[in-house]
């Protein structure tokens, strides 16, 4: 489906509009729907996120400016960031111990877990955004548990271990269920996640400047998070 500019929309602002079109101005709603239509993608560019090119946020006259009008602007576009503060089901319940096992074995089923992206929900694996160690930040050479931004940010939780970051990359990038705590993948990935943390180091101390730019939650064009039709203004067309 097209709008009246021409440009695609997502299925809710469709809706939305046909629901308010005898509320809704004409112009501004073609306004509107010429912003929606040209994001190309990330944050950055998503109109349904940019104050700047969503005609219904500035104008206090703009008659759209009360309603919910754009159930684009309510969702969070990115998986990176789409839980709500406070994640209990990532934080290890008191009592509980990680699987035990040869450690090399567990580190060769670490690997092998890290590249599967049977683990998720979306198509992707730890190795999609960690590949080469990427998307770790130099908190990532500190001993656990330790701040992690991520964690911080969106789940409020200011300190946090490694399985537990494990678990919240699990549920947050990966969108699939926390894995048991006292499950062999769970120490699989801990041990493997425990060697990149090594390496990770010897990284970091030869060379500091190299840490690498990314944080695939940010929103930029190698946003691996931005590829997924999990905005529904970016990606779809009708
Ligand atoms: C969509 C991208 C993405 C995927 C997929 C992903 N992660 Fe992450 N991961 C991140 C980001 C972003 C951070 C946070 C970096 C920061 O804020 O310092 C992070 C942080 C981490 C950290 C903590 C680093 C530190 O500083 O202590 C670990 C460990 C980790 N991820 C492991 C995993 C594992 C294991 C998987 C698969 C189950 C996984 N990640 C899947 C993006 C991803």
């Known amino acids: 489906m097209r709008g009246q500019a021409g440009k695609p929309l997502c299925r809710e602002e469709v809706v939305t ?20 239509g040209s994001a190309p993608s990330a944050q950055a560019a998503n109109p349904c996120a940019s104050k ?4 219904c946020a500035a104008k206090a006259a703009n008659p759209c400016a009360a309603k919910p009008m754009n159930p684009c602007a309510a969702k969070p576009a990115n998986p990176c960031a789409a839980k709500a ?21 567990l580190v060769k089923q670490g690997e092998a877990l890290f590249k599967d992206t049977k683990l998720s929900t979306n198509g992707m694996s730890c190795n999609s955004c960690h590949a080469d160690l990427g998307a770790f930040q130099p908190t990532f050479a500190q001993p656990y548990p330790h701040q992690v931004a991520m964690a911080n ?14 678990q919240l990359c699990m549920v947050v990038p990966m969108e699939a269920k926390p894995l048991k705590w006292e499950s062999k993948e769970l120490a699989a990935l801990a041990a493997y996640t425990g060697e990149l943390q ?17 944080n695939p939650c ?17 990606a779809k067309k009708w």
């Open 198 to 214: 090594k390496q990770y180091r010897k990284q970091a101390a030869a060379n500091p400047c190299a840490a690498k730019p990314a």
């Open 17 to 36: 509009a046909m629901d308010h079109r005898r509320l809704i101005p004409a112009a501004i709603l073609a306004a509107a729907l010429a912003a929606v």
């Open 52 to 55: 700047a090119a969503n005609p």
């Open 85 to 105: 503060a406070g994640m209990p089901e990532v934080l290890r319940p008191k009592g509980t111990k990680l699987a035990t096992g040869d450690h090399k074995q």
């Open 218 to 234: 940010a929103p930029k064009a190698a946003n691996p998070c931005a590829a997924k039709p999990a905005n529904p203004c970016a």
């Open 153 to 166: 940010d969106q789940a409020g939780i200011s300190k946090i271990a490694l399985d537990e970051m494990i």
